[in-house]
């Protein structure tokens, strides 16, 4: 799994970002005991969570950002990210199993100049 860099992760505002990249390099037993909420939402889950789901849902809670939010391709690809309540303020991004610093606005106008569009 590929991770952001703690300069990378400085992008975002308010967050601890020394966190963050902590949270970045846990196991899903590590990720469940570190976050509450994590582990409440895995609890009530029906199956079990993905893990890389349960690591946004921890590094929103450290970003302090407006939950954990998805964007869908025409073609049924899913983008999952922190909610900053702006377009373009930078936040973490999952996309095709890697996590990046980046505005959705500027990711989702990026793949849509390659042909990669969303609903």
């Known amino acids: 799994m590929r991770f952001p860099s703690l300069k990378a992760l400085k992008a975002i505002h308010d967050a601890d970002h020394e966190k963050m990249r902590k949270i970045g390099k846990m196991s899903r037993a590590q990720i469940l005991?570190?976050?509450e909420k994590a582990e409440k939402d895995d609890?009530?889950?029906f199956g079990r969570m993905p893990t890389s789901y349960l690591r946004l849902i921890a590094l929103d809670e450290?970003?302090?950002t407006h939950g954990v939010e998805v964007v869908?391709?025409?073609g049924g690809e899913?983008?999952?990210?922190l909610n900053?309540?702006?377009t373009y303020h930078p936040t973490v991004?999952?996309?095709r199993g890697k996590y990046r610093v980046q505005s959705l606005g500027d990711f989702?106008?990026?793949l849509e100049r390659r042909g990669i569009f969303f609903k």
């Open 33 to 35: 005991k570190a976050s």
């Open 43 to 45: 609890r009530s889950s």
């Open 62 to 64: 450290v970003a302090r």
């Open 72 to 74: 869908e391709t025409k």
């Open 78 to 81: 899913y983008a999952e990210y």
């Open 84 to 86: 900053t309540g702006d």
């Open 93 to 95: 991004i999952r996309w």
């Open 108 to 110: 989702v106008e990026a």
